[in-house]
């Protein structure tokens, strides 16, 4: 018997909005219980903006406060999230990371992360999908959700550069509602044997993928770079390998006796993209091992070898049911068999399916465009401007910018640098940029998604001068002048 294709009801998950629920986050708990949260994090960026979190948090008079008058999915899902940035903000701001958080934090944060089945830390749900409200209250229906009308309820800074870094991928997430219909739709309709519907399908897949580059590329709009590299970026990291920023052993959770480790937010927890993955036959190797040769046969799911650990791990990270809803998925994809099947037959059918894989490998190089100018190009900077690391005894350079946890880690290896999620961040993405190219149906595409044919390509247009111009993305008028982008750490046609 042929495993059930999910039904996204079954799973908390919306072909309007997503990963991301359709009734709208809870902006406060009703119970007056919960009083002393709600101010906190009402507080937080005050509070962390002049250190005094910890000696807030550390008063007697700061309550432990059971869960049990959590009603509702909801509250609970608003009670783990400003627990978490409380967590986070307890942790890092200080003059140096702590390796204790107190049971005022740890008991409800970890009572609650057992029942929303997601781990006690700052999560990319708690970030990004339990955290936004809309900015019209006229305007709530999902269809209106978007970036113009959306706004976050909860941040460590209190600044627009945070609040924007975060609801740009919310609204990913919201718009990416129409990739998970088309996939779902395609799945079908290879079961049911129907070329033309899997073609339609897969063709409407590609487009809606192609529409989440544009968003993914507002965030220089309303986020610095410098202002996210050293003022939210330290916020978001995990106790996972952060021995360099200060936590060797990890976090002790309250009254326990050993310390936790968690990878911190990152965007490697979101389903949405993994979904794409596993419904396209997309499979991602532990990091640095070799590609398979090209003329490997068979589906690379079950002849590639180990799986990507990592990709793995962040699946615990998600929500329950986010992450049963992939597991699922990943039992009844056929899409790329059923491709593979027919490709002599069919090459509208072959064209459709690697243009959504060609699509998704250009949301992932944008995506390693902006890592590239957000935190490689930042923390290449630092080797001469930023401070000592926190566990070092060097007195620290001078420096206009104070910089505390991963800030004030001093990188000399681009290829070094560690995501919030504690992952060696450039080798793993430029890994999953190129991976996602292998699965390609047509021989031509399979040349083309080729990671040395895009450079092959570029560097015969540029001798032959055949070029296209590119536009300036990164002019910034006004006060706040302009600056570029150094080619080799990302630029804007980094491949």
């Known amino acids: 018997m042929l495993p059930t294709i999910p039904d996204p009801t079954d799973y908390d998950v919306s072909l309007e909005t997503g990963f991301v629920a359709e009734a709208l ?4 708990l009703p119970d007056p219980y919960y009083d002393a949260w709600e101010a906190t994090a009402a507080n937080l960026h005050f509070l962390v903006m002049t250190r005094q979190f910890r000696s807030v948090v550390d008063s007697p008079s700061f309550p432990v406060l059971s869960v049990s008058r959590l009603r509702s999915v909801a509250e609970r899902q608003r009670a783990y999230s400003i627990l978490g940035f409380m967590a986070h903000a307890y942790i890092w701001a200080g003059p140096s990371a702590s390796e204790e958080l107190p049971d005022a934090i740890a008991r409800p944060l970890v009572e609650l992360g057992e029942m929303l089945e997601v781990p ?25 959700l978007d970036l113009s009308n959306l706004a976050t309820l909860q941040t460590f800074t209190g600044s627009i550069d945070e609040s924007w870094f975060y609801l740009v991928s919310t609204a990913i997430e919201i718009r990416g509602a ?9 799945t079908h309709a290879c079961r049911a044997d129907s070329s033309h519907d899997v073609v ?4 409407l897949l590609a487009e809606s993928i192609d529409s989440l580059i544009p968003i993914l590329s507002r965030l220089p709009e309303q986020c610095d770079p410098h202002t996210f590299y050293y003022r939210i970026r330290p916020y978001l990291a995990g106790s996972q390998n952060m021995a360099d920023a200060g936590l060797p052993r990890g976090v002790k959770y309250g009254s326990e006796s050993g310390y936790r480790q968690y990878a911190g937010g990152s965007n490697a927890q979101s389903s949405l993209i993994q979904a794409l993955d596993i419904g396209l036959g997309v499979h991602h190797r532990p990091t640095s091992s070799s590609s398979p040769p090209s003329s490997r046969t068979g589906s690379p799911t079950s002849s590639a070898g180990p799986t990507n650990n990592f990709i793995h791990e962040m699946r615990r990270y998600m929500p329950g049911p986010h992450r049963r809803f992939l597991e699922q998925l990943d039992l009844c994809a056929n899409i790329r068999d059923y491709v593979k099947d027919h490709k002599s037959s069919n090459s509208a059918l072959t064209l459709a399916y690697d243009a959504c894989l060609a699509m998704l490998r250009s949301f992932r190089d944008k995506h390693i465009q902006i890592v590239s100018r957000y935190i490689i190009l930042q923390a290449k900077r630092t ?14 350079v001078n420096s ?5 946890g991963l800030a004030a880690v001093v990188v000399n290896d681009k290829k070094h640098v560690r995501g919030t999620g504690g992952t060696a961040l450039l080798p793993f993405l430029k890994q999953a940029r190129d991976e996602t190219g292998e699965p390609a149906a047509g021989s031509w595409a399979a040349r083309l998604l080729r990671d040395d044919a895009f450079v092959s390509k570029r560097k015969m247009r ?34």
Do not use: M
Request: glycine share 8%.
């Open 25 to 28: 986050p809870l902006a406060r």
């Open 120 to 144: 006690p830390v700052a999560t990319y749900a708690g970030l990004c999908l339990w955290n936004h409200r809309p900015l019209f209250a006229d305007r709530a229906d999902p269809k209106f």
């Open 178 to 186: 129409a990739c998970l219909q088309y996939l779902l739709d395609a």
């Open 200 to 203: 339609v399908a897969l063709q």
């Open 383 to 396: 080797t001469s401007t930023a401070p000592a690391p926190l566990h070092s005894p060097q007195s620290p």
């Open 400 to 404: 206009t910018t104070k910089a505390d």
């Open 462 to 495: 540029d001798a032959l001068g055949l070029g296209e111009p590119q536009l300036d993305e990164d002019k910034v008028v006004g006060l706040a002048g302009k600056w570029n982008v150094d080619d080799d750490y990302g630029g804007i046609c980094h491949w």
